[in-house]
């Protein structure tokens, strides 16, 4: 299946970027930085850091409770009676649970 819509016919598609020695090259160009700037701006990053934690609470809440439909979806289901269920009850223990 080729998913490429800009390229003519005969003609081969780009090369995808991160498999790429470019990649590569920004990765630990980036991660030089990233060193730099920890190490000439420790105070301001742990200065920052008990802000960073408060803001990620919410931050957190908002992205990770996406598939639960928001409030008041109306997502209750009736309560289901062990006898009309249909997983099987192990020998020796009755349908609530309690050893005979």
């Known amino acids: 299946m080729n998913h490429v819509h800009d390229a003519q016919p005969g003609e081969t598609p780009a090369p995808p970027f991160w498999p ?3 990649a590569l090259g920004l990765l630990v160009f980036g991660g030089v930085a990233g060193y730099f700037l920890l190490s ?4 301001h990053f742990l200065g920052a850091t ?8 919410p931050l957190m809440h ?3 409770h ?3 439909g928001g409030h008041g979806a109306g997502h209750s289901r009736p ?4 006898s009309d269920s249909n997983t099987p009850v192990r020998p020796g223990v ?3 649970g309690d050893k005979p």
């Open 20 to 22: 790429s020695r470019y």
């Open 40 to 43: 000439e701006h420790r105070a």
């Open 79 to 82: 309560s289901v009676q062990a």
């Open 66 to 68: 996406r598939g639960h």
């Open 94 to 96: 009755s349908a609530a």
């Open 50 to 57: 008990p802000f960073l934690l408060l803001l990620a609470c």
């Open 62 to 64: 908002v992205f990770m």
